[in-house]
């Protein structure tokens, strides 16, 4: 029990961090992140991929010689994200970003997070049911 | 070791913290915006100057800047001045078209000329054109090529050295997103990745009875592990197989930390800690912004784009659908993916990444056209 006060606590932080984090940046705004989609201001562009920069200087340092799980390219990795990029596209939200949009005060976003939450649950259905695909889930 | 881990991600995490009130500070509305940009304009180099003339000419709602190519003028002619050469070119426009300025071909070619000789592309199209035909007024045709190579090219600058909003900086969000997805995986040993989260939570049911299932084993294995113990003690005594648990308590401790936590020992009501803690640190940011509004749409370009009213809800409700699937079917989000996948260079993730990131272009250049 102790141990699960601690995975609050510690998730928690992180959430606030990021849901502060994403604000900031403006990633949670609609106009900014569809100028960045039309290449008509590449401020979150830079954003992204200078945050993969130094997450990946990071991960070579702290995590040198480690096991860390494996992203496997399956089967459903373009259809999925190609999805995922269409949903997106119309709603300016990622999961993590729906919430962040809801906190800042967009009411509609509370549609979002139901079809988030309505498209996580039948994904699994799917694929218990017919996909069956090695999606990296099951190591450690 | 782990608090160290701890402490010093908290200290990140405040000066993250600082550096964002500190920057609210700057610009929380038009006007502080507009005060900050010319206080830095005033005392900063050739470059803030021009960004500011940009800002005058294009003119900027957000930043309550009317377009104004007086004002525009004189900043690029500062800027200009100090042989900045995207701000020569840019005043040699104003000078040939009159916008801001008298029109004056003249001194407009000077411009381009400065400019040229700084290697600037446009311009020295601009003096070869007018050096081909002095007779007749260069100024007669606006060349599209032109006007597009300027948009271009004050895009690619700008963005790279300018910030057009009042959101943080690029670099300052790049460390932030590098600082979230590093300390994550430090931490929790697990890498972030938010659509599991939400794939954790609406399984929920299916989580407890993992987590019972988990509880009845180990149960039924300490049994087991009693009674082998008691016939280990009968055999080979007491001290001798003290020494022995104390060994394997030594390895097992190794072993765990060599593999990194279990992500499924995090119980599922974490994740919706984790989920409702992203969206109060939205509501606290805004509030520290200044910008936080109850509204019934997702802002000013939302409704130019799809309109405004409860058919939003529904567009809504579906694409957070295609979300929520297609997140899980490539096996993760922007954070999962982009961010912790990509900076792993992850095969899924790579091509996962440019899947969604290829699509949403795509779709947003479509509706551009569309509308």
């Given at each position: 029990m102790k141990n699960h006060l601690r995975s609050h606590i510690f998730l928690g932080l992180f959430g606030l961090l990021m849901g502060m984090s994403l604000t900031f940046i403006g990633f949670a705004d609609f106009g900014e992140l569809h100028r960045m989609l039309v290449f008509a201001d590449l401020r979150l562009l830079l954003v992204f991929a200078g945050g993969v920069m130094v997450s990946m200087i990071g991960f070579a340092v702290l995590a040198r010689g480690q096991?860390?799980?494996?992203?496997?390219?399956?089967?459903?990795?373009?259809?999925?994200?190609?999805?995922?990029?269409?949903?997106?596209?119309?709603?300016?939200?990622?999961?993590?970003?729906?919430?962040?949009?809801?906190?800042?005060?967009?009411?509609?976003?509370?549609?979002?997070?139901?079809?988030?939450?309505?498209?996580?649950?039948?994904?699994?259905?799917?694929?218990?049911?017919?996909?069956?695909?090695?999606?990296?889930?099951?190591?450690? | 070791m782990r608090i160290y881990r701890v402490m010093l991600t908290a200290l990140c995490a405040l000066l993250l913290v600082w550096t964002s009130t500190v920057n609210a500070d700057?610009?929380?509305?038009?006007?502080?915006?507009?005060?900050?940009?010319?206080?830095?304009?005033?005392?900063?180099?050739?470059k803030m100057q021009y960004g500011l003339g940009q800002l005058y000419a294009m003119g900027n709602p957000a930043l309550g800047i009317q377009q104004d190519d007086t004002q525009a003028a004189v900043w690029y002619q500062r800027a200009a001045e100090q042989g900045y050469a995207d701000a020569q070119f840019a005043?040699?426009?104003?000078?040939?078209?009159?916008?801001?300025v008298a029109r004056d071909e003249r001194t407009a070619l000077a411009w381009y000329r400065k400019a040229s000789e700084q290697g600037h592309p446009v311009a020295r199209e601009k003096i070869l054109a007018a050096e081909a035909a002095p007779a007749p007024p260069a100024s007669a045709a606006p060349a599209p090529a032109t006007a597009e190579g300027r948009s271009l090219m004050s895009v690619v600058t700008s963005t790279l050295f300018l910030n057009r909003t009042n959101f943080w900086d690029w670099w300052q969000g790049a460390l932030a997103l590098a600082f979230v997805t590093l300390a994550f995986w430090w931490v929790m040993r697990a890498p972030l990745g938010v659509s599991s989260s939400w794939d954790r939570i609406v399984h929920w049911r299916e989580e407890e009875e993992y987590a019972r299932k988990q509880r009845a084993m180990f149960e039924r294995g300490d049994e087991l592990k009693d009674a082998m113990l008691a016939e280990t003690i009968a055999q080979f005594g007491k001290e001798a197989v003290a020494k022995m648990l104390a060994q394997q308590r030594k390895d097992a401790a190794k072993a765990a930390a060599a593999r990194g936590a279990d992500r499924r020992q995090i119980?599922?009501?974490?994740?919706?800690?984790?989920?409702?803690?992203?969206m109060?640190?939205?509501?606290?940011?805004?509030?520290?912004?200044?910008?936080?509004?109850?509204?019934?749409?997702?802002?000013?370009?939302?409704?130019?784009?799809?309109?405004?009213?409860?058919?939003?809800?529904?567009?809504?409700?579906?694409?957070?659908?295609?979300?929520?699937?297609?997140?899980?079917?490539?096996?993760?989000?922007?954070?999962?993916?982009g961010l912790s996948g990509c900076s792993r260079l992850q095969p899924g993730s790579l091509v996962g990444t440019a899947a969604f990131f290829g699509t949403a272009v795509v779709t947003s250049l479509i509706l551009e056209k569309l509308i």
């Open positions: 096991k860390l799980p494996r992203k496997p390219l399956h089967k459903g990795t373009v259809a999925g994200g190609i999805l995922f990029g269409l949903g997106w596209a119309i709603t300016g939200a990622c999961p993590s970003v729906a919430l962040v949009q809801l906190g800042e005060g967009y009411l509609p976003a509370l549609a979002t997070m139901c079809g988030i939450a309505i498209g996580a649950w039948v994904y699994r259905w799917a694929q218990t049911r017919y996909f069956h695909w090695d999606t990296g889930a099951c190591e450690v | 700057d610009a929380t509305s038009g006007e502080d915006a507009l005060k900050w940009w010319v206080d830095r304009a005033e005392h900063g180099g050739p005043l040699g426009q104003l000078y040939e078209d009159g916008h801001g119980p599922w009501q974490a994740h919706v800690t984790f989920l409702a803690m992203m109060i640190g939205g509501l606290l940011a805004s509030v520290m912004r200044g910008e936080f509004h109850l509204q019934l749409g997702l802002g000013a370009d939302y409704a130019r784009l799809f309109g405004s009213g409860p058919h939003i809800w529904v567009l809504l409700l579906t694409g957070g659908f295609l979300v929520g699937f297609g997140t899980r079917m490539a096996g993760g989000c922007t954070s999962g993916h």
